[in-house]
């Protein structure tokens, strides 16, 4: 059985930790108690002997105190090192004292009291009884405990009594009780309920906070280590295209044999396709660690459009794909990444170009609308269902078919593209369907718009 006074406390501790925070709050009804008492002793005191009001007094001052002090070692005392079963039992010990003593007042009303004496406690009993329920109630045990200690006593003598109309008022006493007292159940229910559903929520939003911790860490770490071993793939990388480019240049004179070229051609395709894939892993996971940023500048995104269609027409023309360009006239200059945009839209270009069959088209277009730079590119491809753009969106998904099986590429494109568009603050949208082509269109917003003739005079 877990130690109550441990820190890591169990569910059932935790909640009767919540009904005693309710339970300790406030000391205002033991100081009531006090003041009551000694209203009650001065009322009675016609009749009874002063010396026992006088010994009863102090009793309830004593407990009273008794309970002062626990309120004050309670609300003093870290939740770490609170023990809450010893603080409950001392409440309730606190509370049956309480009971117990205007018990022993109510035994004595046979003996000293008259019938206005058995009215005066009468209605103060009941009274403590229903303000019981809205301070004691929230923790059961202790309101039975004060409510029957004086409840059982008064309810005796009175139904006891030899005028039949104060015995009738006792048994219509108990019938009081025994609702006051299903009363104060249900409220205790209600608060338990209440004090449940609080600490499950506390539960489930530190298992949350845990496992998003455990998240983060591991896709940290996972991206950080790819991060690492793109650097290291980059080294060995730049040897290989070094030498190729050496033979293929043939800086030392000519290699003799004409395969010779060739194979030095097949080595620096190679190691360029190499180097763009690690060069496309280390952006990602720069991108998903959080270690990416921007080098702004004012661009014209107009004047990269076109050099990006210069570089690919030829390939383009051998895939048997019209590229074409749109760049509007009026076109201004846009606050981005000059090397991070061109990477975006040769990614987009490279997608349109190679699933797009031979005989149709891809362009790109750029233009303003209501203040924010748009870029598109579109093909007239084999498209994509809703399923599988979810799936070429995420890192290395590739979408197989019958034209783009033997293709190459990672499924780097499209993630890489969404992460650095999302680090311009810009929105990708997505619009296609199977057969009926795919367009891409790259959202900047209107604040990263810079007019022509504002930079000019800058």
């Known amino acids: 059985m877990p130690d109550p006074c441990a820190p890591g406390k169990t569910r059932s501790e935790r909640i009767l930790a919540e009904k005693l925070e ?74 049956l004292a309480s009971g117990l003593l205007w018990g022993v007042l109510c035994l004595g009303l046979p003996v000293w009291g008259d019938t206005m004496d058995y009215i005066v406690l009468a209605v103060t009993a009941a009274g403590m009884s229903a303000g019981a329920v809205s301070t004691i109630a929230v923790y059961y045990p202790a309101y039975f405990c004060y409510s029957l200690s004086f409840a059982v006593p008064l309810t005796t003598v009175t139904i006891l009594h030899h005028d039949v109309d104060i015995a009738g008022a006792g048994a219509m006493m108990v019938i009081y009780y025994a609702a006051i007292s299903l009363t104060a159940w249900r409220t205790n229910r209600f608060i338990a309920a209440t004090a449940e559903l609080s600490v499950d929520n506390q539960i489930l939003k530190s298992s949350l906070s845990t496992a998003r911790g455990e998240r983060d860490a591991a896709r940290t770490e996972k991206w950080s280590t790819l991060a690492q071993l793109s650097h290291e793939l980059r080294t060995p990388l730049n040897a290989i295209l070094g030498f190729s480019e050496t033979m293929h240049g043939e800086i030392f004179g000519k290699l003799g044999h004409p395969r010779y070229k060739e194979y030095a051609e097949h080595i ?108 598109r590119v579109s093909d007239s491809g084999i498209g994509m269902s809703a399923e599988q753009v979810l799936v070429a969106l995420e890192p290395f998904g590739r979408i197989g078919n019958a034209l783009n099986n033997n293709t190459a590429g990672a499924g780097l494109g499209l993630p890489i593209c969404k992460r650095l568009t999302e680090l311009h603050g810009a929105t990708l949208a997505i619009e296609t369907a199977p057969g009926k082509g795919t367009s891409c269109t790259i959202t900047f917003p209107a604040a990263r718009t810079i007019a022509r003739s504002s930079a000019a005079a800058a």
């Open 268 to 375: 620096l395709t190679s190691g360029r396709d190499l180097l763009t894939l690690t060069e496309e892993l280390l952006l990602l996971s720069q991108g998903e660690s959080g270690t990416l940023s921007l080098k702004e500048s004012e661009v014209d995104a107009g004047q990269i459009v076109h050099a990006l269609i210069d570089l690919k027409a030829a390939i383009a023309g051998r895939a048997g794909v019209e590229l074409q360009a749109y760049v509007a006239t009026d076109l201004p200059l846009l606050k981005a990444d000059a090397a991070k945009l061109r990477q975006m839209l040769l990614n987009l270009i490279d997608n349109a170009i190679k699933f797009t069959p031979a005989g149709g088209e891809a362009s790109v277009t750029a233009a303003v609308r209501d203040g924010a730079i748009i870029l």
């Open 22 to 95: 309710l339970l300790y709050r406030t000391s205002a009804a033991i100081i009531t108690n006090f003041v009551i008492s000694s209203v009650v002793a001065w009322l009675v005191s016609d009749l009874y002997p002063h010396w026992v009001l006088g010994i009863w007094l102090a009793a309830v001052a004593v407990v009273c105190g008794g309970r002062l002090l626990l309120q004050w070692h309670f609300h003093h005392t870290s939740a770490e090192k609170r023990c809450t079963t010893c603080a409950a039992k001392r409440y309730t010990l606190g509370a």
